[in-house]
């Protein structure tokens, strides 16, 4: 079974999601950006969401996570939750 480690920020609406990747383009640091904007309760962890199996996350995140390439931004993602900005640290 395939496992991941990711970080992430979520939020509610896909401009502020487009906003936070200009930010981290700009080299505003990943976990700074989630720790003040991630509705996500992994926030307080800078959006880590450590390691965790195929199947775990819900389909559109668990699509970016297991087939884009690694330690690259991805977003905005939608999903039920709202959107997500994330960056997958490593894939077994």
């Known amino acids: 079974m395939s496992k991941a480690s990711a970080v992430h920020i979520l939020v509610k609406s896909e401009k502020l999601a487009r906003e936070i990747m200009k930010l981290l383009a700009k080299g505003v640091p990943f976990s700074k950006l989630a720790k003040k904007h991630s509705i996500c309760t992994s926030a307080k962890r800078g959006g880590d969401l450590g390691e965790f199996k195929r199947g775990q996350m819900v389909k559109g995140f668990d699509e970016v996570v297991f087939t884009k ?12 939750f709202g959107y997500h900005v994330i960056k997958t640290l490593y894939r077994t």
Do not use: A, M, Q
């Open 69 to 80: 390439p690694l330690l690259k931004v991805h977003g905005p993602i939608k999903t039920k």
